[in-house]
């Protein structure tokens, strides 16, 4: 009970008022992945608002989604996934949660990705898969980070679901060059 209190003096509220509202500590962890989803979609906007708008849109949009799955929000997302792996309460909190921001990630990934991409009878799948990829990336940062490496494997993923999504082969700057290692 002693971190509800000094949850409550950091969040400026009362330990009654901040009870009232979650009474479990899961409560208030789902609430907090609430308020990461919005954190997530809004910097979504402001990366692919920052974003050049010409050149590919494939690639623009891997940026713009690894970008965010940087992000110091994603971070705390995948760290409350954590905690939940060893706390059945936590998880089934979570699951709730997750559900519904699952639904307003697609539907992020959708804008972001735009209706050239997502006409694809394969952009589901492509779309899944990336989200998974990124993730893997993300947390694969936690120890090992090299961004070289990171961009060489997004454009190696580029490259292998363009024809997917487009009907062509390659990147458009250059089909031939090989992914590096």
Known sequence: MAAKGATGRRAGVSRGALLHHFPTREDLFGAA????????????????????????????????????????????????????????????????????????????VDEVMGSELTASAAYPAIAELTVQLLRGMATSDVLYREDTDRDALLEGWGRIVRPLLTGSSGSPADASTPPTS
């Open 33 to 108: 992945i609430e308020l990461l989803v919005a954190r997530n979609e809004q910097a979504v906007h402001e990366e692919l608002a920052a974003a050049r708008p010409d050149g590919d849109p494939l690639s623009r949009s891997l940026r713009v989604l690894r970008s965010v799955m940087c992000g110091p929000s994603f971070g705390a997302e995948m760290e409350l996934w954590a905690v939940s792996r060893t706390n059945a309460r936590l998880r089934n909190v979570l699951r709730r949660a997750e559900g519904a921001a699952r639904r307003d990630l697609y539907r992020v």
